[in-house]
């Protein structure tokens, strides 16, 4: 079933950060589950994928971060893209190219989600660096405390 033309979620499993080996299917739903984010809050896991090509999102749990079962269909007017554990919550990235902007929702459980006021990055028309949109956003914190975000973009030439 690995080589199937029809979008699943799959996963891999590796000690070392650098060798995998396959696991198997971990979501399948209506054949149209794509672009997925996996993460841990408290003793759940939850995974976020696309419903096709809609800004909806299928939210999935697990308890052993393999294998997930739908939990419902959410709609958050973003795409999802990337979350970052923080001591007042789980902070979930989202995009969304016409409006050419990241924002960001805060949860405590991974069950409720509430976007958070404010822009967290705007597209500049101006910048050099970027020539058509913004997308993808994912934040690290770094060891001396700050943080860091890379994002998608298309840099003209």
């Not at 080589?3 to 399948?28: L, Q, V």
């Not at 809609?54 to 739908?70: E, I, M, N, P, R």
């Not at 016409?98 to 006021?117: H, Q």
């Amino acid at each position: 079933e690995f080589n199937s033309r029809t979008p699943k979620i799959y996963y891999a499993e590796g000690t070392d950060g650098y060798n995998f080996t396959f696991g198997g299917i971990s979501f399948d739903e209506n054949d149209d589950a794509i672009d997925s984010t996996t993460f841990k809050i408290a003793d759940v896991w939850h995974q976020f994928t696309l419903v096709g090509n809609t800004l909806q999102h299928y939210h999935a749990t697990s308890q052993d971060g393999k294998t997930f079962t739908l939990y419902k269909k959410e709609d958050f007017k973003y795409v999802m893209a990337n979350e970052i554990q923080l001591e007042i919550g789980t902070r979930f990235y989202a995009f969304d190219i016409p409006s050419n902007e990241f924002k960001s929702f805060l949860s405590t459980d991974g069950y409720t989600w509430k976007m958070e006021d404010g822009t967290r990055l705007a597209f500049d028309k101006n910048n050099s660096l970027e020539s058509k949109y913004i997308k993808d956003p994912a934040v690290v914190k770094l060891a001396d405390g700050t943080y860091i975000m890379a994002y998608v973009t298309v840099i003209p030439q």
